[in-house]
């Protein structure tokens, strides 16, 4: 970004925190559960796909799943990148623009998810267009991941969380956001990610353009 000095980022491995013992299980469950649940899901399909199967092939109790992950659907849908995106909008310098923070930081979202094995991350998105369950655990989802936007956006705007234009713009951004997800499993991952990113933040933060003829 022109003019703008590089924010230290929480990516960096010298200044993440490192987990201790007890979190670098839990974090290895989780990935356990989530593993032999898209690979169950490969194999048989979703609505064949339990929770005593996901127990089993991830070697932990169904009360363990449960614990983790209160429905099927949350396996699918959670992951540990909200908390990070947040840290990540609080580092930028806080004379930068947001909308250059909002790029920035949406971009490495993506760099996040596709870090993920591709194909997990393409079936991911194929299961909230083709699944109605994970597509309305998706938006019932929404307000939580709505409500730590607001507090991120209050603090870079000086206005309060709860206020409408906080709240609105928010909820904007979520709901585009699963837009762009939908639109890119239902053109069959064709298109590039983080350029549909980019397109929905103009769209945000322009409007609808007009189309050319």
């Known amino acids: ?17 490192q987990p201790g013992l007890r979190e670098r299980k839990k974090i290895k469950t989780r990935e356990a559960i989530r593993a032999a649940t898209y690979t169950l899901i490969k194999e048989q399909g979703y609505d064949a796909t339990t929770i005593d199967q996901i127990a089993e092939r991830a070697e932990v109790s169904p009360s363990t799943v449960f614990r983790y992950f209160p429905t099927k659907e949350d396996i699918v849908l959670t992951d540990e990148y909200d908390p990070i995106i947040l840290s990540e909008i609080r580092q930028r310098p806080v004379e930068e623009p947001w909308p250059e923070t909002l790029r920035h930081v949406l971009h490495r979202a993506v760099e996040l998810g596709t870090s ?35 507090e991120a956006i209050g603090e870079r705007t000086g206005r309060a969380p709860d206020s409408l234009e906080v709240r609105v713009y928010a909820m904007s951004l979520i709901g585009g956001l699963m837009e762009t997800s939908m639109y890119w499993a239902e053109h069959d991952h064709r298109d590039d990610f983080a350029t549909l990113v980019d397109r929905t933040l ?3 933060e322009h409007g609808v353009p007009r189309e050319i003829r």
């Open 1 to 17: 970004m022109t003019g703008m000095t590089a924010a230290r980022s929480p990516f960096s491995p010298a200044d993440r925190p």
């Open 116 to 150: 993920e094995d591709e194909e997990v991350s393409r079936l991911r998105t194929h299961l909230m267009v083709q699944v109605p369950a994970v597509r309305s655990r998706m938006m019932e989802s929404m307000s939580a991941t709505g409500r730590m936007l607001c």
């Open 202 to 204: 103009d769209v945000l």
